[in-house]
């Protein structure tokens, strides 16, 4: 409110707004009319992993709706802070000096992460999933506009210092060709493909650090299902993952002209 009350916006990087019905939920490549609703003068940014995840979604959905996405997330130690990236270098090199397994400096995370992977970001709920895989799944809904998307989120920490990957698996109302979407992305603002497997081009999250897009690549059919395709995606979740966005929100409001 003392932000707010003398007409300031206030753009929200923490969760404690994002789900509140009168605080639209923003992904300027997304849902950028949203931003205009803000009654109580606060946009909310999302969580890192949706933001990358939704960037790619909004041109597929252009092409057919979608029904359910299942994503499996890598994310980077960066997503947990300075101290989780100092405990990856530091822990790591404890490692291969030999340290023991119960020697090791483990503060950040609630396992070793050095050479390893961790299933478990934020608390776990009730239901056994996390807090991480639950905001994957309402933020998506509430910034796609569609509360019928069905989302199965597993959330892993990787021993990865910086940009989130994401496994993703789309399911269509319609058919939607591989090649379709390529050129769908590919036209879409903030994505970049990388997709020539013949030529080993996809998405690394050790080689897009810093960088502002959302990259997709390994983009293909799932014939698991009747109109399914799967495909990675990279972003760095400290550029378009949280900063960037919050920026790009901004620049909304700024007069046209």
Known sequence: KTITKYGAVMIDNSSAFRMDADVPLVVPEVNAEDALERPRGVIAN?????????????????????????????????????????????????????????????????????????????????????????????????????????????????????????????????????????????AAPGVTVMDDPANNVYPMPGLLAGTNDTYVGRIRRDDTVDHGLSMWVVADQIRKGAALNAVQIAQLLLPKD
């Open 46 to 186: 999302p969580n890192c992993s949706t933001i990358q995840m939704v960037v790619a979604l909004k041109p597929l959905y252009d092409l057919a709706r979608i029904t359910r996405v299942v994503v499996s997330t890598y994310q980077a130690a960066s997503g947990a802070g300075a101290p989780a990236m100092a405990e990856l270098y530091d822990q790591t090199r404890e490692f291969l000096d030999g340290k023991p397994e119960d020697e090791l400096t483990i503060k950040a995370f609630k396992h070793r992460i050095a050479f390893n992977t961790i299933p478990h970001i934020d608390v776990f709920l009730d239901d056994d999933s996390t807090k991480e895989e639950w905001k994957m799944v309402a933020e998506t809904k509430k910034i796609m506009g569609d509360a019928g998307v069905k989302v199965a989120a597993t959330c892993v920490r990787v021993p990865v210092l910086r940009c989130h990957g994401e496994s993703v698996n789309v399911e269509f109302a319609a058919d939607v060709t591989p090649e379709a979407a390529r050129e769908a992305l590919a």
